[in-house]
């Protein structure tokens, strides 16, 4: 299978050696990675990985340390100017983790849907915006005559999380960072939320990076898997191999750990030994090698 | 196994509304047994909480029990009044929820938090507390030599250990567990859940572990009940209720999960939202 890149396919967005620091605590180390149009790269790793701060990179809410970021070919790792910062922010958009904090609980999801619409788009008339507003409440499997005039107490979690990603969509965006989108929703309701993004990245050709700590979520929504740990990436590759086929100890553990149904704990399955093990053999630096086409590995250095 | 240690019959908890009572627990009736642990599986809304929290009484306005009996070792809980009350939880029925960890107060070190609870219920040695704490610190993986830190010197997953401990100091005959490791990582809550599952074996004490995660409750829990608006639809044993589900909806419910390995050919069943 040839990568995107050899088929001439440019990614939309670029990571190359992003590096954070806080003080000398490095939160992300030289991540590489790309996301392409209509595609999604799941980054999983547990609390403290680096997820979030990666997400925090890519929106500018902070300034890598080292490395770049490049979108549509052009380097924005350092942005000047309120004007580019905001053009940028409205291009690369954020779905939260937590559905009931994003909205503003004073307002209704017509409002929610129609300022980010004024903002971006002024082109547009009072009856267009009204129009767009149903339209993205659709996209998102959303009836606008039952949500519009609703206020975010009067809906479930995963209804708010719909109202988030329209949100999201309202401006265009050419990326999606979604962090942990579905984590604070039931199990039973997180497949359907999920197949929602999933389509509306096809369709609208959004490049999306789904950051997770439920790694068997990843193969419903992305292509590409990448699993971080402590601010490395430890493996990277189709999504599919990764879980069926891991190669990296942290990867094989996160796996392990993933509940799963009719295998009953304390029968010669204690996790809590290998973790132990994992946790002390998988620290330090090392380099990242392709084991098959597109699939990479660290090996300890 | 087979002594009965709490039994809960025809429990009804209705809210008071704007638009008069709306009825959260609709007579639920079920038994948990010395050192069993059963869990209790529905999605938001479904009154699982609601039943946990009434059991240990910490229900509050616009919440009422409004029929039904709980008794926990032969005491009535339902006729506890408040001095009864403070003496009775902790002592034969601790709580562990699901942001417990941040329930720690950030201005004292671990160890004061321990003494606090120790002399709530009338131990009140200063050595005798810190050999007690250094105990129960060790029973949870934790070494006692920290029991003098602050708790942001903890991660996540050792603070609720800590309140794992804590729960369990007084030796209670009954642990309710409300969503303990939602707000963990998978290998921190697999490591954690393994914990407590030895530990059980070890003090015999029993466990209401409340989940939405089905298949998680189907790898720790002997019996497992499923609620749906109220009502408790399904109580059995993880293995005959995925061999055989009694209730379309459990069905449903149990094909939900996204699989780590979906076979070929396996139809997943997409939930639709039951509107709040």
């Known amino acids: 299978m040839n990568s995107l890149p050899e088929l001439g396919i440019r990614p939309v967005l670029e990571a190359r050696g992003l590096t954070m620091r806080f003080g000398s605590f490095c939160a992300l180390d030289s991540a590489d990675f790309s996301l392409y149009s209509g595609r999604a790269l799941a980054l999983v790793g547990e609390s403290g990985s680096g997820k979030s701060t990666c997400a925090k990179l890519l929106t500018h809410v902070l300034t890598a340390s080292e490395g770049h970021i490049f979108h549509a070919g052009r380097d924005v790792t350092n942005l000047t100017g309120r004007k580019a910062v905001l053009e940028y922010r409205s291009a690369v958009q954020m779905v939260f983790q937590d559905p009931f904090a994003a909205l503003n609980p004073a307002h209704n999801v017509e409002h929610h849907l129609t300022r980010p619409l004024a903002l971006h788009r002024p082109d547009l008339s009072a009856a267009q915006r009204r129009d767009a507003v149903a339209d993205l409440l659709r996209a998102v499997d959303l009836d606008p005559a039952i949500t519009l005039r609703k206020y975010p107490h009067e809906m479930s979690g995963g209804q708010r999380q719909r109202v988030n990603l329209a949100r999201a969509l309202a401006v265009n965006p050419s990326v999606v960072i979604a962090d942990e989108p579905t984590s604070m929703l039931d199990v039973s309701i997180r497949l359907s939320v999920l197949d929602t993004f999933r389509d509306l990245k096809r369709e609208r050709g959004i490049a999306m990076l789904y950051i997770t700590h439920d790694i068997a979520t990843a193969r419903y929504v992305a292509e590409e898997t990448a699993v971080i740990f402590r601010g490395r990436i430890v493996e990277r590759g189709p999504t599919a191999q990764v879980i069926d086929s891991p190669r990296h100890p942290y990867t094989r553990l996160l796996l392990a750990a993933v509940p799963e149904v009719g295998s009953p704990f304390g029968e010669g399955n204690s996790l809590a030994p290998l973790a132990a093990q994992v946790r002390e053999s998988c620290e330090g630096p090392g380099d990242l090698r392709e084991v098959t086409p597109g699939h990479w590995v660290r090996f300890a250095a | ?276």
């Open chain 2, 1 to 276: 196994m087979t002594e009965l240690i709490l039994s809960v019959r025809d429990l009804c908890v209705d809210y008071a509304t704007p638009n008069g009572l709306t009825r959260a627990v609709k007579n639920v009736s079920f038994d948990i047994s010395a050192g069993e642990v059963l869990g209790l599986a529905g999605e938001s809304g479904s009154g699982k909480s609601t039943v946990a929290f009434a059991i240990a009484r910490l229900h509050r306005p616009p919440a009422f029990i409004t029929g039904g009996s709980i008794h926990l070792a032969g005491t009535d809980v339902l006729a506890l009044n408040d001095r009864e009350l403070r003496a009775w939880r902790w002592r034969d029925l601790s709580v562990v929820l699901q942001s417990a960890m941040n329930a720690l107060n950030p201005v004292l070190r671990v160890s004061a938090q321990f003494a606090d609870m120790f002399k709530a219920h009338g131990i009140s040695g200063k050595a005798d507390i810190r050999t007690r704490t250094a105990e129960l610190l060790l029973m949870v993986g934790i070494k006692p030599e920290r029991m003098d830190d602050y708790p942001h010197q903890f991660s996540g997953g050792m603070r609720q250990r800590i309140v794992i401990a804590m729960a369990l100091a007084l030796r209670p005959k009954l642990v309710v567990m409300d969503e303990p490791t939602t707000a963990l990582d998978v290998v921190v809550q697999r490591e954690l859940l393994e914990e407590v599952a030895a530990l059980r074996h070890k003090l015999g004490f029993a466990v209401l572990f409340i989940t939405h995660d089905l298949a998680l409750m189907s790898q720790f829990c002997d019996r497992v009940g499923v609620m749906l608006r109220g009502q408790l639809i399904e109580l059995s044993t993880p293995s005959a209720m995925i061999a055989d589900p009694q209730q379309d909806y459990t069905r449903r419910l149990w094909a939900s999960i996204p699989p780590l390995h979906p076979k070929p050919g396996e139809t997943l069943v997409r939930m639709k939202e039951t509107p709040q």
